[in-house]
């Protein structure tokens, strides 16, 4: 369970969904659409909606009131259809959460590169060379 403390962008979020656990948002419909642009929140909404869940109302008021988490009914709960969101959400990860993506995205925020590639100045990874080198976009 996870949800806006400090900020909407944290860290919690995203070791969560790199741990390879579905995060279970609350306040997720609250998200501003700036806040957090590569989030999968199509994903999250979707297991969070899954039968047997409980609802967000029921976890935002156990952990309100610091008491134990309403489990998850598991003669109801579609296992199989949660791995296959879980591994769509491990999926998204990789090729949107990941720094090298964020890093990609902001260069070419700062460039105003719309290319589907970016020069980049900087070493090789034998070395420095002097040269430029290619970065593929998302």
Known sequence: VTSKKGGWDCLRHYEIV???AMPFFLGIDELPPAAMPTWPRD???HAMALPGVPSEAAVSAAVGAGARLPPIDRSRFPQ???EKLRRKLLDHAATHLLASHTARRLLL???GTTAATAEVAGKSRAGSTGRSRS???C
């Open 109 to 111: 925020a700062a460039t």
């Open 80 to 82: 199989a259809e949660y």
């Open 43 to 45: 994903i999250v909404r």
């Open 18 to 20: 790199l741990a390879g």
């Open 135 to 137: 970065v593929q976009t």
